[in-house]
């Protein structure tokens, strides 16, 4: 009876609801252990763990409210949200609110969030939506009627004999990227690893893709180079001149030139040069051993910034050891893997391609703040589920809510399939 219950509430596959809880409960741990630098500097002991743990609860509020909806009605706030998503960053980007010099947050109604967060779902939404559009009997093609009509616009000229599928991606993308560029430039190299993934999946023109990561491996060169040009008086500029400043420096340390340094040298090097973070980071995961020193026994979460958010992987490890950080990267891997196996019983393409979409982002994301972890790059991408953070805890949970919702749909297709094939059994006379 009890089992019959939970089968009825939580919905979808197995999986992946247990894949959510066990981050979330990784997260309830390791976030209060995290925060003690946090509840020192405030003395309240119990604040930040009590705010992460609602945010938490609201978060399997929004999962079980998603995987209750019909892809139609997902597929139908597509644009919706990919058009607040641009609307929120131009917001930020002219009167949004100053986190670390950068304009990420938005106020509205009282409510602070981040629109990149935002932008990021709609732009996975929309590929998908340009993707599913594309798919033809004779294999993936986007007219410039179909392309237009997407944004609800028709062409003067038709022209049906070219193949839209990429442009139309990348015209969708530019304006939301390039935005995202100016505060986090992490973020648009996730966001755009997912998309080219995604276009892969969706059998994008073989010439088009190899032409579109010839113009990006160009493109960055470029960025590369005037990164690398930006003169040390910038640090007097603008927030953006800032920012490249940052980005220099970052791109120097990852160079090696602290490699042949002696650890007495490495530390003054890395509290020198404001990287006092990688350091502990780094001294976090080489003392965990096999085992780590425990839940709660972390020894540099009182030294590392943002120990709660984006560098919460070292916790982790400091205190679960190697067998608890390889844990965590295999339940992401396992996500992604349920995701594909999800998206090739799709009969659609749109909930195929949304589904990949979102557990790329995901495990991609996570990959990213890991390698932060563990490497020498320094940027602040939170782990999936388990950082500390509103905005991110509510859309990662929507990406898990719709996840569901796809393998809900999927399992109510075989099971009407099974139905049908029973019924249509000859019976024996």
Known sequence: MGKGITRRIFKGDRVVWT???ILCALSLIEVFSATSRQTYGSGNYWQPITKHALF???GVGVVWFIHNLKIEWIKLFTKLVYLSGVIFLIYALVGGDRVNDSARWVTLLGVRFQPLEIAKMGLVMMTALVLAKAQTKDGTFLSLTSAMSLINLRPQNENNIKDYTMMTIIAISIIPCGLIFL???????IVGATL???????????????????SAVVAGGLCLTLIMATPESAKDGNSFQRKMLTWKHRL???SGADKNMTPEQFYKHSLREGNEQKMYSKLAIGTSGLFGKGPGNSVQRDFIPHAYSDFIYSIIVEELGWIGGVAVLLLYLTLLYRSGKIASKCEEPYPAFLV???????TMQAMMHMHISVGDFVTGQ???LVSQGGTSILINCVYIGIILSVSRYVKRFNKEE????ITNTPVAE
């Open 356 to 362: 990949m979409g979102v557990a790329i982002l995901i």
């Open 418 to 421: 099974s139905n049908e094939n």
């Open 252 to 254: 120097v340390d990852v």
């Open 382 to 384: 939170p782990l999936p």
């Open 19 to 21: 894949i959510f809880f």
């Open 183 to 189: 505060e986090n430039l992490s973020t648009v190299v």
């Open 56 to 58: 938490l609860i609201a």
């Open 196 to 214: 080219l993934m995604m276009m892969f999946i969706g059998q994008v023109n073989k010439w088009h893709m190899l032409t579109l990561i010839g």
